[in-house]
């Protein structure tokens, strides 16, 4: 079956769309022929460095003045109502899953959040994705074009240097019409990347168990004493005793450390698809029936206060302080 | 004044049921009625978040009338009830029957549609984005494109601009975007920081808990019980997800030494290497 990715390349996550969605089509899709990308873009994008990252042969180039949703919608449902039998894949980030839902309703077709892989036969199609909270996975038929699904951010390990140079098809660039006038003073301030979660090779992951400020506060004093970086659980974070931007998680970030230590997590499902590609986990719960101990390669069940203290005492040469040694 | 339409739903807590309570039953369903019921996360916020703008001393004597609305079962009056003694103006629940709308989302979102049409005739709509037991994700997104409303997606805090207004703040790719957003529009929660719903006095339980609650049934709504016949997405089948790993247990007597262990035999090695 035809297969088309879109791709916005007005946020700076642009390359890493890209990668998610190569190795979406390497590791988790099966009889698809993607051979297109819509790449929404600035105006002022370069074509070229645009076009490096492509990772199939041709792409669409719609340069816009703002990345706007609402814009980028009228366009794909121009593109999908052709008639034309296809999938249209879209990262899983917050762009992604809401255009794949509402191109899909709008072109009359199937659209699904979050999908894990496709499977597609002829005229057939099915797709796997988690349900009951990342408890189980559920397979879909799905039976009307165009194919709407935008993909889960943790299914496929990103594909790195998988850009090939695609070559141009269309470029155009879309005024701004009438479909944002319910919106004025639109002002994107953008992230601060203070944290390296999504790369470092060692985290301290604080959950539930902290049970107040003062414990992640006495956590994170912890991870910095071991040289670890610090992330938290959901709970952790909505109740702001830490940053939503250290977060872990299908909400946040998801990681891939070679060592993770999971304090006071109880190893919720939508947690730990945050840090199960991790190279090892260790678990600190009180609680011997929390499922991250299960979860986990190693595993203590006792106070993890008295435990991560002796622990950050006795680590001999703090990460951070050799690499700034180093530096 | 302004309108607020809040459909929300209420969860049963997944992480109560055990390994072996994850078999499946014929009809592809999990038991889940012995497990205790709370708010969905999201929707809970949107529902904190609505009682927040009147919080704002901005928003001074300005009135917001919110409109609750469920569909499901019974269990749902008791949180309900809650929303009443929250001095929520309209209560309602609609009830699906026997209908399985774990992963029909578009039906759900013609409910919330219609009503909005033919009885609430809201300002805003606002509701989490995404429900645990479906992950669908797709509610809020289906509402506003059945209504032909814009949507703002992933908000997580929201301010009074003027008595048409709403200044919203949301998460997109690569950082924020806050705008002030005129009527029509459904809002979809993402994850906002320190908005569990506030828990009611008990003088406002005895004032206002016995609010009564509309009951309508999924039949009051003829095109969205149409949809009910076929789906563009039919469930074949559903496996429990199992991700274990070893689990070694270190034993000894104190928490002290369990850590000079996990440093000693798993971590010094591992962490020289890095």
Known sequence: MKGILVLNACTNDYP?????????????ANGIEADTAVVFHKEEAGHDELLRAVPVQKAVLIGLPQARTETMLNQLAELGGSGETAVYLFAGNCFGSELAVRMGQRCGGTFMAAVDGVQCSGEQITVTKSVYGG??????????????LSVSRSCAEPEEGTGRSAVAAEERTVREGPENGFSEDYTLIPGKEEKNLETAPFILAAGWGAKSREGVESMAQAAEKMGAE????????????????????????????????????SGAPAFYAGIEKSGFIVSVNSDPRAPIHRKSNVAIVDDWHKVLRRLSEISEKPLKATRKNEE | MMKLLLPFSITPDLEALSEEDWALQPDLKVDTSFTPLDWNSFDESALEMSLKLSDNGASGSFCFHRCALTVGGMPSDRFLKTLAALKFDEL????????????????????IADFAQAQAHPDFILMGRQTQVGDNACTPLLTAELLGWPCVTQVTA??????????????VDGGTAVQTVSAPCVLSIGDAPCTYLRVPTLKDKMAYGKKPITLLRLSDFPGAEALLSGSNAELRSLVPIRKEREGVLIEADTPEEKA???????????????
């Open chain 2, 92 to 111: 309602v629940r609609i009830d699906p029957g026997d209908a399985d709308l774990r992963f029909r989302p578009e039906v759900v979102a013609r409910v």
């Open chain 1, 135 to 148: 408890h189980m996975e559920a397979e879909f038929a799905l039976k009307k074009a165009p194919y709407c």
């Open chain 1, 16 to 28: 890493d769309q890209c990668r998610l969605l190569a190795g979406f089509l390497k590791q988790r």
């Open chain 1, 230 to 265: 610090f992330g938290v659980s959901r709970p952790v974070a909505m109740n702001a005793w830490a940053p939503m931007s250290s977060l872990i998680g299908v909400s946040g970030v998801m990681t891939k450390p070679e060592i993770c230590i999971a304090a006071g997590v």
């Open chain 2, 158 to 171: 929201l301010e009074l601009a003027d008595k048409h207004r709403l200044r919203v703040t949301g998460a």
């Open chain 2, 260 to 274: 000079e262990i996990l440093y000693r035999d798993y971590l010094k090695g591992r962490l020289n290497r890095l």
